[in-house]
Each structure stands twice: as structure tokens, then as C-alpha cells.
């Protein structure tokens, strides 16, 4: 016997019966506790006050009878089971008012204490059951409200298909339509038909494992609009053949579009970049060239010489900015930044790319020293141009006249190149982004602007050679950027 407290609402206008009843619960569940009502809008009144586990009712009393109390009940949504006592011939109305929603019945000649005690505890265990079912379906539909998912289930026997409103609203229909497996099925994008039936049809092959995942776009079946769908499913198999599939769906048009909108954003970036760029080195090689020859034609002292020579510069900088531009381009398209590998010296390249930037910047002081065996296989070129980005970022970042420090040192399997400067150190909120393109300092003391490719161009090269940069940068110790490359 269960031991835990009920509460009963006994309600019979014979008061012989209703003392039938008590005596016998009384007897064999007294944990049962019994309030007595003579009359089914008394005890609806009641029922509206809460408390009572369950409801004994006769099924006949004078003016509104049991069938009345179970209707109200039902209308007013009171969560409380309702068994029914009848007399002997009406089992099969109390058959029909356990289909309209009562718990359970009894006849009133039968009536034993422990037959009826266990018959309520029953119906309020059954009742407690599914009222945490219907709360836990409640809970998964607004869980799937708020993800968005729609829950499919697929007979490949019949091609039966059943699925909740989300998914019929997915593949755009109204509310309260119907969808079937053909409909379904019809409503994928023509270009995508022939991937999902071979990723079904892979899915539903034993072994396989049955998971299944695709995404496809469906054309709505009402509203013609197009949707890219994710869906997820798993198949079930029963001696070797699949007999359910349970699945999801969800909605990822908005991701779709904005990875399709990215895709040409960055397709335009790199047409437009290696247009550019390709247009504008031939008239800048020629601009470099013929002033060379004019400053080797002038006489010696002659006004022309200084502007010749800022000429030149500026044909430079162009130079590098094109080629930068070039090894970006490049880099997006996902192919990488190319080198060519060969035997080199370290110190020779680092000593070789600062000495031209020395001779570019006169006024400065700009040392490099060496240490160890610097030889390996690098692609000499690439190298002098990170040692050539990064000794001019530290020039542009730091007081005119400090000392720029470039350092080459073998270790063994590696070789490391440090490049410091004195000056403002990096922000810490700009470290995390420092190797990103288009990032320019906010501290530069020359006037010259770069586009911000740089360090992003340093990072794909010293990449490519296998290698790692990174960078410190304090007030007290200056920034360094630091690259080591493997020696293999």
C-alpha cells in the first residue's frame, strides 16, 4: 500500500453511499483523506479552490449530474483525475465518459476498499505521469521555438513523413497545412536535388552508421521563397534494413548569404587589388628608371638633383606598396605567399636589407649585429623583406634619434632575428589584431603612410618558411619583434 497522503473529493447525493465509501477507504488506505460534497456545482466550486489529488463522482444525481462535473472539469482545465461510480447497467456510458477524459470507473455494488484505494492512487499516479509528459513536451516545443528547429520522422518503407509546424513553415506553408515525403522532396532546389539523395542514400546504407547531415536550399511550396535548410537526422535499422529516420531542421539562409556575401566582397577586394596593382607597376618601373637616368645626367650641384631624388624615393615607396599589395592578394586567396628556397645566410640578408635602409634614412642610427653560424635554406628574398618591413616599422615608431637595433643569432636547429626600438610602446587592446591587415599604429613619427599590410605580410612569410614572429613591447624595454625560422 502506497503510504503517501491523497486527498479525495467524494461527490454522491445518496449519503448511504458516500458513507459506503468513506468506510471502506477507511479501512483499507486510511492515508486516503475524504471530503464529502452532495452536489456537482458544489464541488466544481471547490475543485476551483485546488487541493484535491482526485474526484470520486456518481454518475447519477438530480439537476447536474457526473458526465456535467467531468465536462466542467475539462473546460475549466482543472488538473485533477476524475473516476466515475455507477449503478449496475451503465458500465458502457462510463466506458464512453473514460473516453471523453475520465480516469476510471467503478460500480457501486463492487465496491471494495482495497480495489478502490488502489484504483485511485492508480489514476493519480497515471495522471501525475502525464501531466509531466505534457509539461515536458511543452518545455522541448519551446526549446525548439527559441532554436528555431523543426522535427521531421521518415518511414522509408511507406515514405511516410511526419513533421511539426516549424518544418512545414521551413519548407513555406501555412499553418495547419500538410506535408508529405514527394512534397518535401519536390521542394529542394534542382541544383542541390542530386547531393541530398546521394547523402540520404549513403545514410541509409548499413554500416553506414545512419547519421545524415546535408545542407540544401528548398524552394517554398507556397510562398516560392528559398531557404537554405541544415538538416540533421539519424537512421534506424532493424535486421539490417532502415525502417525510421528522425531528424531536425534548421534554418541557416541568413549565414548562407552573409558567407556568400563575404565570398564576393572578397573576390572584388582581390580582383580590384590585383588589377591595381598589376596596372600601376609597369608605369612606376618606368617613372623609377627614367629618373635614375636623369640624376646620372645631371651635372653635378644642379637644383634638379634634390627633386630627382624625392622622385626616386617616392617611386620606391610605390615599388613596395604594389608589391605588398601583390603578396596580399596572394595571401587571401588562400594559395599563400610563394617562396623559393635555398641555401642563405642570415646575417648576410639582415646586414644587406639594413644597409639599405640606412641609406634611406641618413640621419638615423641603425646597427645590426650577428652571432653564430647563420647559413640555412630560406628564400633570401622573402627574409629581406620581413627584416626590411620590420627595421622600417621600428625607423617610423621610434624618437629620431634613438638607435634601431637589428639582431641575427644562430641556436642550433634555428636561427632568430630580433628587431628593436625604443618609443611608445604597442597598446595592449591592439596586440591581438597587431598581425592583421590594414592595422596601422597611432604612433608613427614619419610621415610617410603605409597601408597596414606590413606585419601582415611578415606573418604569412615567416609562415611559409615554417617559423614563428611574435612580439614584446613595454615602456621601459621598447617593442621587439622577434622571428624564428627553422634552419631545415
Not at 117 to 128: E, I, Y
Request: charged share 25%.
Amino acid at each position: 500500500m502506497d503510504p503517501r497522503e491523497l486527498s479525495l473529493l467524494l461527490v454522491d447525493d445518496d449519503l448511504v453511499d458516500r458513507m459506503a465509501v468513506v468506510r471502506a477507504l477507511a479501512k483499507a488506505d486510511p492515508a486516503i483523506e475524504v471530503r464529502e460534497l452532495d452536489a456537482a456545482d458544489a464541488a466544481l466550486e471547490a475543485l476551483r479552490g485546488g487541493g484535491f489529488d482526485c474526484v470520486v463522482s456518481d454518475l447519477h444525481m438530480p439537476g447536474r449530474d457526473g458526465a456535467w462535473l467531468l465536462a466542467a472539469i475539462e473546460q475549466e482545465g482543472l488538473d485533477v483525475p476524475l473516476v466515475v461510480l455507477t449503478g449496475q447497467g451503465d458500465e458502457q456510458r462510463a466506458v464512453a465518459l473514460m473516453k471523453a477524459g475520465a480516469a476510471d470507473y467503478m460500480v457501486k455494488g463492487s465496491i471494495s476498499g482495497s480495489r478502490l484505494g488502489h484504483m485511485l492512487r492508480h489514476a493519480v499516479r497515471v495522471h501525475r505521469a502525464e501531466r509531466e509528459a505534457r509539461l515536458a513536451h511543452e518545455r522541448l516545443a519551446l526549446a525548439l521555438s527559441a532554436t528555431g528547429l523543426g522535427i521531421w520522422e521518415w518511414d522509408p518503407r511507406t515514405n511516410e513523413l511526419r513533421c511539426d509546424d516549424r518544418s512545414k513553415a521551413l519548407f513555406g506553408l501555412p499553418e495547419g497545412a500538410t506535408l508529405g515525403a514527394p512534397e518535401a522532396e519536390n521542394a529542394i532546389h534542382p541544383e542541390d536535388a542530386a547531393g541530398w539523395r546521394s547523402t540520404l542514400g549513403a545514410a541509409l546504407e548499413p554500416g553506414s552508421g545512419g547519421r545524415y547531415e546535408a545542407e540544401h536550399r528548398v524552394i517554398g511550396i507556397a510562398d516560392r521563397h528559398v531557404r537554405w535548410l541544415r538538416v540533421s537526422g539519424q537512421v534506424f535499422f532493424q535486421d539490417g534494413a532502415p525502417v525510421r529516420v528522425v531528424g531536425a531542421l534548421l534554418d541557416v539562409t541568413a549565414r548562407r548569404n552573409e558567407e556568400e556575401l563575404t565570398r564576393r566582397r572578397l573576390e572584388f577586394e582581390q580582383q580590384l587589388m590585383g588589377i591595381v596593382s598589376h596596372d600601376l607597376r609597369n608605369p612606376i618601373a618606368a617613372m623609377v628608371t627614367g629618373t635614375e637616368i636623369l640624376r646620372r645626367a645631371l651635372p653635378e650641384g644642379s637644383p634638379l638633383m634634390k627633386t630627382a631624388a624625392r622622385i626616386a624615393s617616392s617611386g620606391e615607396r610605390a615599388t613596395r606598396l604594389i608589391r605588398d599589395l601583390l603578396d596580399f592578394t596572394q595571401a587571401r586567396t588562400g594559395t599563400g605567399i610563394p617562396v623559393d628556397l635555398c641555401a642563405a645566410d642570415i646575417h648576410a640578408t639582415c646586414k644587406q636589407a639594413v644597409d639599405e635602409i640606412a641609406l634611406a634614412h641618413p640621419g638615423r642610427q641603425i646597427v645590426h649585429t650577428a652571432e653564430g653560424d647563420g647559413r640555412g635554406v630560406w628564400d633570401p628574398d622573402r627574409i629581406s623583406q620581413v627584416v626590411d618591413n620590420l627595421t622600417r616599422n621600428a625607423v617610423s615608431y621610434s624618437p629620431p634619434d634613438s638607435v634601431v637595433t637589428v639582431r641575427s643569432r644562430d641556436l642550433g636547429a634555428r636561427v632568430r632575428v630580433e628587431v628593436h626600438n625604443e618609443g611608445t610602446p604597442i597598446a595592449a587592446d591592439v596586440m591581438p589584431t597587431l598581425f592583421e591587415p590594414y592595422k596601422r599604429g597611432d604612433h608613427k613619427q614619419d610621415p610617410d603612410r603605409s597601408i597596414g599590410l606590413g606585419l601582415f605580410i611578415v606573418k604569412e612569410i615567416v609562415s611559409a618558411h615554417r617559423g614563428e614572429v611574435t612580439v614584446r613591447s613595454t615602456a621601459a624595454e621598447g617593442t621587439t619583434f622577434q622571428v624564428d625560422l627553422p634552419k631545415g
